[in-house]
């Protein structure tokens, strides 16, 4: 008699076959509106918020496991648990906002890589956006899952243009070192929504979607592979592939972002260019300053990073909105199976393109998008927090006690951020 086929988890996986939901929703989360982020941020204080890395990285890390853990035990994503377990009110309000400030990032993002692209070669750049936009849909409606999440994995590479421009400029490490360690902190308003912005484009909700939905998908793509709320066996495999992965896509996430918080701080404000606006500002504005090696490295690595985020941002709205309403949901789906999941892709899609053709100010909206994160964080991991400590919804594998403590301090963390950026406004 032949042995029971083990799903992949349970056999020895490659480092590889672990890097999965992890490694794309950390290495999404260096977005081109992420990249004005820490670009705004070095240019404008240097060194003075690279700090604030050290802190996001564990919370950032465990929201992302708690997520996992919720999708790969129950089956559901986050959206589709909210909808099972909670007031219709509370579950709309909060896929409400995540589709708001997904189309405000997808906008953002896609005029980012339009006037990336226009830098490197001329050309009209809202043609580019347009063309963006269409190839990311396209992705979902005729490329295969499995080749989606291959391809996705390979633009990770583009991160590590952001490490390539910190080592091609002089940066004084030194002067790195002291300002993590002893940060020139500040109770100015302008500092204080800088630290909400870093927390919100660290820290997103999105990514809570995007991870929790891709443990639902992989698990059914997996032969034998079941939610543990049914397959309890296959628990303490899939617990350790979900720790590393997350752990090293996070890693990965806050690596990059420090290098980008670096080179805009060792270039432009150390030559008094501190008022950046959008990513593609900042790599004209390093041409100037940092030659045009470093230029070139950072724009290309604006349209890289774009082309992974745009697939998670406009799919993580349609696993949420798909899942608040009960329809068929997956990238695993053909398009025909999936009718409304696969059309909120193309409109999310398409209202990002149509905001760029709009009088609403791109530059704003990379900014006020990264503090609308941060500020529907706070109630989305407080719910998840609650749903991933509920026997009735995890079974027996609600959260240890570490996770519990890193899940509430980040989101005080945020609420602690949030309140104080309001304060300011009010003073």
Not at 38 to 47: I, T
Not at 170 to 176: F, I, M
Request: glycine share 8%.
């Amino acid at each position: 008699m032949n042995a029971p086929t083990r799903p992949p988890e349970e056999q020895a996986p490659k480092l590889l076959q672990l890097m999965g939901p992890g490694l794309i929703s950390g290495a999404s989360d260096d977005d081109p509106s992420g990249i004005a982020t820490y670009s705004q941020v070095g240019a404008h204080f240097g060194y003075g918020l690279a700090w604030t890395l050290l802190l996001s990285y564990p919370l950032m890390a465990a929201t992302q496991e708690i997520s996992a853990r919720i999708g790969r035990v129950t089956g559901f994503g986050i959206a589709g648990n909210l909808r099972r377990h909670y007031p219709n009110w509370l579950s709309r309000g909060i896929v409400s906002a995540l589709l708001v400030t997904n189309i405000a990032n997808l906008g953002a993002d896609l005029g980012a890589m339009g006037a990336a692209v226009k830098l490197l070669i001329a050309g009209p750049g809202l043609l580019y956006v347009c063309l963006f936009g269409l190839s990311s849909a396209a992705l979902g409606l005729f490329i295969r899952y499995a080749n989606i999440i291959a391809t996705l994995r390979w633009l990770c590479l583009a991160l590590f243009s952001y490490v390539a421009c910190a080592f091609a400029v002089e940066v004084p490490w030194a002067e790195v070192g002291r300002a993590v360690i002893w940060p020139p902190l500040s109770a100015k308003p302008e500092y204080v929504m800088a630290i909400v912005a870093m927390l919100g484009t660290t820290i997103s909700p999105y990514l809570f979607f995007w991870q929790a939905a891709q443990e639902v998908e992989d698990s059914k793509e997996r032969p034998g592979s079941r939610p543990l709320i049914r397959a309890p066996e296959q628990a303490a495999s899939a617990f350790a592939r979900i720790r590393v992965d997350t752990r090293l896509g996070m890693a990965l996430s806050h690596l990059v972002a420090f290098f980008i918080v670096v080179t805009t701080a060792a270039t432009l404000h150390a030559h008094g260019v501190t008022n950046i606006q959008t990513s593609a500002e900042a790599a004209e504005a390093l041409r100037a300053v940092a030659g045009h090696f470093t230029f070139v490295v950072f724009a290309a690595g604006i349209i890289g990073t774009g082309l992974l985020a745009l697939p998670v941002l406009s799919g993580s709205a349609a696993y949420a909105v798909g899942e608040l309403f009960s329809w068929h949901v997956g990238l695993t789906r053909r398009p025909y199976r999936a009718k409304a999941f696969y059309a909120v892709i193309a409109a999310a899609t398409a209202t990002g393109i149509g905001l760029n053709f709009t009088t609403i100010d791109p530059v704003k909206a990379l900014y006020w998008s990264a503090v609308l994160n941060g500020m529907v964080a706070v109630p989305v991991i407080i719910a998840m927090m609650h749903l991933s400590m509920r026997p009735a919804v995890m079974a027996g594998f609600t959260l240890p006690p570490l996770l519990k403590i890193l899940g509430w301090v980040a989101a005080a963390a945020m609420a602690v951020a949030v309140l104080a950026m309001v304060a300011t406004w009010l003073v």
